[in-house]
C-alpha cells in the first residue's frame, strides 16, 4: 500500500526511551487519508472509553473495561485512523532499499494513556522487550504478523541474581500468526504476554493502546531481551543458572518445567537493538476532541 505523507523530508528515529536522533530522509510513502464522519466517530469512541478505562499509574483496568475496550477495537478498521485498506502499503523498494524499519505515529499521549500506530513492511521486527507496569491492547488492523510473548515464570520474585544481565526463565505465552481481522490481543503488567516481540509477514498496520505510556521518568523504561530455549530441570542435567530459579517455582508450575521444558525460555537483557530504532511521522487521521479539564 502506498501510504504517502506529503510534505515529509525529515524524520526523528526514537528508541522507547524517547531519546531521539535527527535524520534526513527522503519523502515518507504513508498516506493517512481524510476520514468520514463515522471513522471519527469510532476514533473519539475508543478515546472516550479510555478515559474511563485507564484510572492513573499503578492501576489495571477491571475485567468489564478490558472486555469494553476490546469490543470497540475489536470492531475498528483503517479507514477509522484515516487508512484506506484496498491502498498500496509500503513500496517493494524500500525492502530493496534496505528500509525495513517500523514507523509509528502518536495519535494521542496524556499521562494515563496513549495511542498510537504501528506500521511495519514486510519482514520488518520490534524485538522481544517489555511493558513495565502497563496494560496494553494490540489491534491489528492490516497484514499478517508472527507475534512471540512470554510471561516471567515467577513474576512476584523478582530476579534471584544481582545481575541484570543473569538469564531468567519465562514461560511461552503465545508463539503464532495473526492476521487483519482479528481479536483484540491484552497483555497485563504479570501476566498475558508481557514480553512479546511482533514479526511482520506482510505489510501491518497495528494500532496500539498503552496505558500507561512508557516513561523513564516514572520508572517504565523499555528493555529488550534474546531468549534461548530453557533446559531441562530434572537430575542432573540441571544448570548451575536454573538452580536458584527451583527455590522460586513451585508446585504445578514446577512439575511442568521439570518434564521436558518446552513451553518455556531463558531471557535476557541486552542493549537496545538496532531494529528498536523507530521512525516517527505525524498523524494525519481523524482528530479526537478533547475535554478542556483533561
Excluded at 496513549?114 to 497484514?143: D, Q, W
Aim: net charge positive.
Amino acid at each position: 500500500m502506498t501510504l504517502e505523507a506529503p510534505g515529509f523530508v525529515q524524520a526523528k528515529i526514537r528508541r522507547f526511551d524517547d531519546k531521539a536522533i535527527e535524520k534526513k530522509r527522503t519523502r515518507k510513502s504513508i498516506r493517512m487519508e481524510k476520514p468520514q464522519q463515522a471513522a471519527s466517530v469510532a476514533l473519539q469512541r475508543l478515546y472516550d472509553t479510555c478515559l474511563q478505562v485507564f484510572q492513573g499509574i499503578g492501576t489495571v483496568p477491571s475485567p468489564i473495561h478490558v472486555k469494553k475496550l476490546s469490543s470497540i477495537l475489536d470492531s475498528m478498521k483503517p479507514e477509522d485512523v484515516g487508512l484506506r485498506e484496498e491502498a498500496e502499503f509500503f513500496k517493494t523498494k524500500n525492502s530493496v532499499q534496505g528500509n525495513i524499519g517500523v514507523t509509528y505515529a502518536t495519535i494521542h499521549r496524556c499521562q494515563n494513556f496513549s495511542l498510537c500506530i504501528l506500521f511495519l513492511p514486510p519482514a520488518a521486527v520490534i524485538p522481544l522487550h517489555n511493558h513495565p507496569e502497563m496494560t496494553v491492547f494490540s489491534k491489528i488492523l492490516l497484514g499478517t504478523m508472527a507475534i512471540k510473548a512470554y510471561d516471567w515464570a515467577d513474576p512476584f520474585n523478582g530476579h534471584p541474581a544481582s545481575s541484570s544481565k543473569t538469564r531468567r526463565l519465562a514461560k511461552l505465552k503465545a508463539n503464532t500468526t495473526f492476521t487483519a481481522p482479528c481479536d483484540t490481543s491484552v497483555l497485563y503488567p504479570t501476566s498475558g504476554g508481557n514480553i512479546h516481540e511482533f514479526r511482520a509477514i506482510t505489510p501491518c498496520v497495528v494500532l496500539d493502546v498503552l496505558g500507561p505510556p512508557y516513561s523513564k521518568d516514572d520508572g517504565r523504561d523499555c528493555s529488550y531481551y534474546k531468549d534461548t530455549p530453557c533446559t531441562v530441570l530434572s537430575g542432573e542435567r540441571t544448570t548451575v543458572s536454573m538452580r536458584p530459579w527451583k527455590r522460586h517455582l513451585h508446585g504445578e508450575e514446577l512439575t511442568k518445567v521439570k518434564k521436558d521444558g518446552r513451553g518455556y525460555g531463558w531471557l535476557e537483557e541486552m542493549e537496545n537493538p538496532k531494529e528498536s530504532e523507530m521512525d516517527v511521522i505525524e498523524y494525519m487521521g481523524p482528530k479526537i476532541k478533547i475535554p478542556i479539564n483533561s
